[in-house]
């Protein structure tokens, strides 16, 4: 089973635990994995080994469900969130424009958004031909540009929640 279908699998089975091996908790997420699964080595490779091995047996799959509970008690526990370390990342990197006084983010916010209206523009009235190229130019634009907002205007947690809540919700009759 390669990493892909592993990580996939690891998902599914445990959703916390194959989050964060890719993620910034890889190592805490890697130290739960092993020491449920009685791994010498405690770092993401090794667990990446083991689940692309070959099949788990019943006793591996039981002990990654300890695992995720014991994770899950750790995160509680440490008071760890997940939208902390996002809010915190985008104040560090505001902080840091904020302290250089750099013209470099807004030049390019400016340029990334001018470029995504002008070929949705260019697009709508003819002015370019629809490509494969310029369609993938368009997308990635329209990614830069919405963590552009992101990072200037934050993101709407809330609106992900809702989107978890109605996901995970059962639907009436």
């Known amino acids: 089973m390669g990493w892909i279908m592993a990580d996939d699998f690891l998902k599914s089975l445990v959703p916390m635990i194959g989050n964060a091996l890719a993620g ?99 697009l709508m009235y003819g002015g370019v031909e629809k490509t494969d190229e310029v369609m993938i130019m368009l997308g990635s634009l329209g990614t830069a540009w919405t963590g552009i907002i992101s990072f200037y205007f934050g993101s709407s947690s809330g609106s992900q929640n809702k989107d978890l809540m109605l996901h995970q919700s059962t639907p009436m009759k």
């Open 24 to 122: 910034p908790f890889g190592g805490v997420a890697a130290s739960f994995v092993a020491s449920k699964l009685g791994l010498d080595s405690k770092d993401v490779k090794a667990v990446q080994d083991v689940l692309t091995s070959g099949s788990m047996t019943p006793e591996q799959i039981a002990n990654l469900k300890l695992a995720e509970l014991d994770m899950q008690k750790f995160m509680a526990d440490n008071e760890i969130k997940k939208e902390q370390l996002v809010v915190d990342d985008r104040k560090s990197a505001r902080d840091m424009q904020a302290l250089t006084k750099s013209y470099m983010p807004a030049f390019l916010a400016v340029t990334v958004t001018f470029g995504f209206f002008g070929i949705l523009a260019a």
